[in-house]
């Protein structure tokens, strides 16, 4: 079956623009988080999806960076006023709903800000 | 709070012997753990997981790892190391319940070499 894909898989955009970047989860698959792997910083939780809500919005870095999720399928991740820290790899995961944990990891979108 | 550290940045390992990656979790509860494996310019694959079942793991490509409570570890091994082995692998613990159900917490990822 499909799995998790993200769009677009690379952004290159100027400091000071906003982003928008697109997860897919695989369907029926209720919870959803976004990652984000940088060389400095490892692999970082930033957002986890319940249905439509955001239970734990903890690692969001800063106020430039939000998310919202539809329907409870597609997520959008957006930062406003990209700054050159914000450069990495962003990944979106998505789990069923029983106790097994497992989270299945789309492509990710390599984000470049110049 | 919970944290996974793994013990080595990079290991090195010539193809056909054996593999050893090191982890050591804390968590304040019984953890959910994981290795997930990344190979250059790909997505990251789960290889194994342990969710309280059987201590000693067996996963994908000949992988194995074991749960020591009492040694807080969850080390991953291979009898043989092959060259597609090479790649970044990550231990992983998960968060059991409340407003974080699910998140995952990574290690700092361990490069594995393997020469011919």
């Known amino acids: 079956g499909a799995g998790v894909s993200q769009s677009p898989s690379n952004k290159v955009t100027e400091k000071g623009k906003d982003v928008e970047l697109r997860c897919d989860p695989i369907s029926g698959h209720t919870a959803l988080y976004w990652y984000r792997q940088s060389l400095g910083q490892g692999l970082e939780f930033l957002i986890y999806?319940?249905?439509?809500?955001?239970?734990?919005k903890s690692g969001l870095p800063s106020d430039r960076f939000s998310a919202e999720r539809t329907g409870g399928s597609v997520s959008t991740l957006t930062i406003q006023r990209t700054q050159q820290e914000d450069s990495a790899v962003y990944l979106c995961a998505s789990r069923r709903e029983d106790l097994s944990y497992e989270q299945y990891f789309g492509p990710g979108t390599r984000l470049t800000v110049t | 709070a919970q944290s996974v550290t793994q013990l080595d940045s990079h290991v090195s390992v010539s193809e056909g012997t054996p593999v050893l990656l090191r982890c050591n979790y804390s968590s304040s509860y019984s953890p959910s753990l994981f290795w997930y494996v990344q190979h250059p310019n790909k997505g990251l694959q789960l290889l194994l997981k342990?969710?309280?079942?059987?201590?000693l793991v067996k996963g994908i490509n000949g992988f194995e790892a074991e749960f020591k409570k009492s040694e807080t570890s969850f080390h991953l091994t291979k009898p043989s190391a092959h060259m597609s082995d090479a790649a970044e692998y990550f231990c992983v613990v998960s968060s059991a319940g409340g407003t974080s159900y699910g998140k995952l917490t990574f290690g700092q990822g361990t490069i594995l070499t393997v020469h011919p």
């Open positions: 342990y969710t309280s079942a059987a201590t």
């Open positions: 999806f319940q249905g439509n809500s955001a239970p734990d």
